[in-house]
Structure formats: C-alpha cells, structure tokens
C-alpha cells in the first residue's frame, strides 16, 4: 500500500516500490493495478481498478554473447548497512522514476549489469566500459561527458556510475554504455533516452563529437597493454 495522502493535490514524491524476483528465460507480462479506496464511485464500481496497465517482458540472454541489462535510474547508492530490497552487490540503490532531469539535477546515476564477458574476453581477462551522453538526433558524443572504466571478466559484473550534467545543455539524449576489449572492439552496448533542461549552458557544434571520431579519439589511448594492467 502507498503512503497515506490527505490531499493528492500535495502529493510530491514518487511512489517506490522494489522487489527483486528471480525467474527462468521466458516470456511474462508485468502486471500494474491501483485502486483510490477512498474513491466516492458506487460500490459495484470499485471491484475495478482506477488505473492498470500490462507490460510484456523477455527474458533470456545469448550465453555465447557479452549482454548488458537495462539501464536502471537511481537517486542515489551507497554501501549497504543491511540487506533489503533496495540491496543489490553490496550497494542500497533508491531507483529513480523519471527520465527527467531538470535544472536542479546535477548527475545522473545509474547501475547495470554486464554478462557473459568469462566466456567472451576471458574468465578474469580486464575490459572497459565506456559511459557516454550522445546527442539522440545523431548520436554524436558530448566531449567531456563521460568516463571509462576497467573491470575483470566475471559471469556478471556490476555496472555503477555517474555522470556530470553541470555541463550538458538543454535537449534529448542518450546515456549509451559500450563493453570494449582490448582489441578495441565494441563487444556490446546499450543506451537509454533521457531529457536535460539546463537553460544556463549553451555550448556549440564542435564541443560535439561524430560517432567514429568520439569514439577513436578517447579509445585510441586508453585501450592498449600498459593501460588495462
């Protein structure tokens, strides 16, 4: 059950709730219900919910292929205390629900998770994980937007970061994630569309890097022997 409200009016918080549940590959559908018990709707009527929706979800994931989840918002993470629903690799995550970020919002944090890079780059072998904000009308890369970072091939490796927004101006954009080996291939990636309201900045073309050229640019020297030891 949610809070309780005494005027919806001055509701100003979001409603979270969090349960991880394990399940075999296959198709489901998520099921959504809320109902105001409070409602002045004839008592017939309230055997139905006030709101529902129904989301079809997959899930199974190629064994022989780097995978990454989907990219999960959150408000803030810090080392856990004690385990609870919000606990996830050590951490207490509090998701967050819009993809809007607006003058107040100085960061965009998020978690996710990397499989099968034991079977692809090497049980224990070291890869990168470039974090990007890329333009959504042409994917060119924002320079200075971003960050990488070195992780060991494990069956599933925890994915947590944050990326500065001081800096990204008004606009729609992705928050793209790319799993790189040391050959400096792309094994995988996986984006997420977010909007920025950020009046104050205005920055022009050239602070905006092409897909390719973004991408030689700050591999050509991260990505080589000496750097990945």
Not at 32 to 50: C, L, M, T, W, Y
Not at 184 to 189: D, E, F, G, R
Not at 192 to 196: G, H, I, S, T, Y
């Given at each position: 059950?949610?809070?309780?409200?005494?005027?919806?009016?001055?509701?100003?918080r979001?409603?979270?709730?969090?349960?991880?549940?394990f399940?075999?590959?296959?198709?489901?559908?998520?099921s959504?219900?809320?109902?105001?018990?409070?409602?002045?709707?004839?008592?017939?009527?309230?055997?139905?919910?006030?709101a529902s929706?129904?989301?079809?979800?997959?899930?199974?994931?190629?064994?022989?292929?780097?995978?990454i989840?989907?990219?999960?918002?959150?408000?803030?993470?810090?080392?856990?205390?004690?385990e609870?629903?919000?606990?996830?690799h050590?951490?207490?995550?509090?998701?967050?629900?819009?993809?809007?970020?607006?003058?107040?919002?100085?960061?965009?944090?998020?978690f996710?998770?990397?499989?099968?890079?034991?079977?692809?780059?090497?049980?224990?072998?070291?890869?990168?994980?470039?974090?990007?904000?890329?333009k959504?009308?042409?994917?060119?890369?924002?320079?200075?937007?971003?960050?990488?970072?070195?992780?060991?091939?494990?069956?599933?490796?925890?994915?947590?970061?944050?990326?500065?927004?001081?800096?990204?101006?008004?606009?729609?954009?992705?928050?793209?994630?790319?799993?790189?080996?040391?050959e400096?291939?792309?094994?995988?990636?996986k984006r997420?569309?977010?909007?920025?309201d950020?009046?104050?900045?205005?920055?022009?073309?050239?602070?905006?890097?092409?897909?390719?050229?973004?991408l030689?640019?700050?591999?050509?020297?991260?990505?080589?022997?000496?750097?990945?030891?």
């Open positions: 059950n949610s809070p309780i409200i005494q005027d919806s009016l001055e509701m100003n979001d409603f979270l709730v969090q349960n991880r549940i399940l075999p590959y296959g198709d489901y559908n998520f959504f219900e809320a109902k105001d018990i409070n409602s002045n709707v004839e008592e017939e009527k309230k055997e139905s919910p006030d929706f129904l989301l079809p979800i997959k899930i199974g994931y190629d064994k022989n292929l780097v995978q989840s989907d990219i999960q918002n959150l408000k803030s993470f810090q080392k856990a205390e004690k609870d629903p919000t606990v996830k050590g951490f207490e995550m509090i998701s967050r629900t819009s993809n809007y970020f607006g003058e107040g919002d100085q960061e965009y944090k998020f996710a998770e990397i499989y099968n890079t034991d079977q692809v780059v090497g049980k224990d072998q070291p890869f990168l994980v470039s974090m990007k904000v890329k959504a009308s042409n994917l060119a890369s924002l320079k200075g937007a971003g960050s990488f970072k070195k992780y060991t091939a494990q069956p599933a490796n925890p994915v947590l970061g944050t990326i500065d927004l001081s800096k990204v101006p008004t606009g729609n954009y992705y928050l793209v994630l790319e799993v790189i080996n040391k400096n291939k792309v094994l995988y990636s997420k569309f977010f909007q920025r950020n009046p104050a900045i205005e920055i022009a073309e050239e602070d905006f890097a092409s897909s390719d050229e973004g030689s640019c700050n591999l050509g020297y991260i990505i080589d022997d000496r750097n990945l030891d």
